[in-house]
């Protein structure tokens, strides 16, 4: 018996990173999953790592920030499944670049797939939670939604601010449909998008990349970053039945990085 056998689940992003470990943890606590990503071929390569845990797993291509495509999805997802028990936004974007260096274009890259693609992710799957009676909404924020300072970028924490914003309204006004919505704020986590930051910044600085990855632990009290499947951890828990009176939260998964 998983943890979360019997659920319908979709996962977006989740054609690697911390989306991919989360889809891959949710097929082996016995759940069904969706497989949700911009890049489709990654998306069924998860799909597939999922059913090899014995799940029903399909991969879905969509833009997540994209209207149409999040309304073509979820009904995709909800038909194949027969529901959406519990939806993850995971999906999102940003880069390594000072608060001067900012364009519009990279506001309207970040918010357009971490604000408004969440939200709208949030809405469409809320809405067949609601006619089902439950449900669970679990979105990834960040630390930098906290203002952890060594964030990517300003505006980029702006998009994370606003997914902790939206989760406390949204489990205020969906609580009375027996839906649950938290935030995962994940610290500093060994993913491509930290990986292709670290060359980034080593490159500003002259450093090697393992040099970038010494300092960076250095600030953070337990001495070590996550691995995608540390945020996972959470994810799954907050899928469960332990986790049914948990709702309006954000977790930070950091080793001790923040405090609030
Ligand atoms: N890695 C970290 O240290 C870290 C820390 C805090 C928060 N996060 C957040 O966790 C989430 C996952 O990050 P990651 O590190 O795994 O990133 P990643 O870049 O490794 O993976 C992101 C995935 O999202 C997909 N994606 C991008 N744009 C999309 C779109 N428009 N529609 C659908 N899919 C899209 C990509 O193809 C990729 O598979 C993001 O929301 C990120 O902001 C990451």
């Known amino acids: 018996m998983g943890q979360l056998d019997g659920l319908k689940t979709v996962v977006t992003g989740a054609g690697g ?28 390569a998860v799909a ?14 969509a833009d997540c920030g994209d209207l149409a495509a999040i309304d ?9 499944m027969g529901g959406i028990d519990v939806i993850v936004n995971n999906a ?41 009676g439950s449900g669970r909404i679990i979105n990834i924020a960040s630390v930098a939604g906290r203002g952890y300072q060594s964030s990517s970028n300003a505006a980029y924490a702006g998009t994370k601010g606003a997914v902790l914003a939206m989760t406390y309204l949204a489990a205020h006004q969906l609580g009375r449909f027996n839906i649950n919505v938290n935030a995962i704020c994940p610290g500093v986590t060994y993913t491509e998008i930290v990986s292709n930051l ?3 910044r080593a490159a500003e600085r002259g450093v090697t990349i393992e ?19 540390d945020v996972a951890a959470m994810a799954v828990f907050l899928a469960s039945p332990g986790a049914r009176n948990i709702t309006g ?4 998964v950091d080793g001790g990085l923040i405090n609030s």
């Open 211 to 229: 040099q970038m990855k010494q300092e960076a632990e250095k600030s953070i009290p337990i001495r070590r970053g996550n691995d995608p499947e």
């Open 48 to 61: 597939e790592t999922c059913r090899g845990h014995g799940a029903a797993a399909d991969a879905i291509q």
């Open 17 to 44: 990173g911390i989306g991919a470990a989360i889809a891959v943890a949710y097929a082996e606590a016995g759940a069904a999953v969706t497989v949700v990503d911009i890049n489709g071929a990654a998306a069924e």
């Open 249 to 252: 939260q954000g977790f930070n």
């Open 198 to 200: 670290l060359r980034d």
């Open 92 to 132: 999102g974007v940003t880069r390594h670049a000072f608060i001067l260096d900012l364009t519009e274009a990279d506001w309207d890259r970040m918010f357009r797939v971490n604000a408004k693609g969440v939200f709208f992710c949030m809405q469409g799957a809320a809405k067949r939670m609601k006619a089902q």
């Open 72 to 80: 073509a999805m979820l009904e995709q997802a909800a038909s194949a």
